[in-house]
Nanobody, 127 residues
């Protein structure tokens, strides 16, 4: 089992920045990719960004949803323990609950392939 805890959400004005963190604990060795989804009221859960580790765990690859490319950056400071999401140039349409998620295998794009989820953290961008 893997436990995920998010932090860093809040209220920010349009054009501002926020940094989200996700700390993993438990059987982190089983994680293949780990990243972020978001869900706004009345909308489906949307892929934001994910990190996919190489099979030996020494490097990783980053993937982004089209709506956040060039504005958000995902990173990890140690192997499969903490993942960050730096969000710059925030827009009101970025307002959502952001969920950290981790998967043992499968497609990075589909939320159904993620095995573990955090509780979510609210990000609100005012215009």
């Amino acid at each position: 089992q893997v436990q995920l805890v998010e932090s860093g959400g809040g209220l920010v004005q349009a054009g501002g920045s926020l940094r989200l963190s996700c700390a993993a604990s438990g059987s982190t060795f089983s994680i293949y990719h780990m990243g972020w989804f978001r869900q706004a009221p009345g909308k489906e859960r949307e892929f934001v960004a994910t990190i996919q580790w190489s099979t030996d765990g020494t490097t990783y690859y980053r993937y982004y949803g089209d709506s956040v490319k060039g504005r958000f950056t995902i990173s990890s400071d140690n192997a499969k323990i903490t993942v960050y999401l730096q969000m710059n140039s925030l827009k009101p349409e970025d307002t959502a609950v952001y969920y950290c998620a981790a998967a043992r295998h499968g497609s990075i794009w589909d939320s159904k392939n993620y095995d573990y989820w955090g509780q979510g953290t609210q990000v609100t961008v005012s215009s």
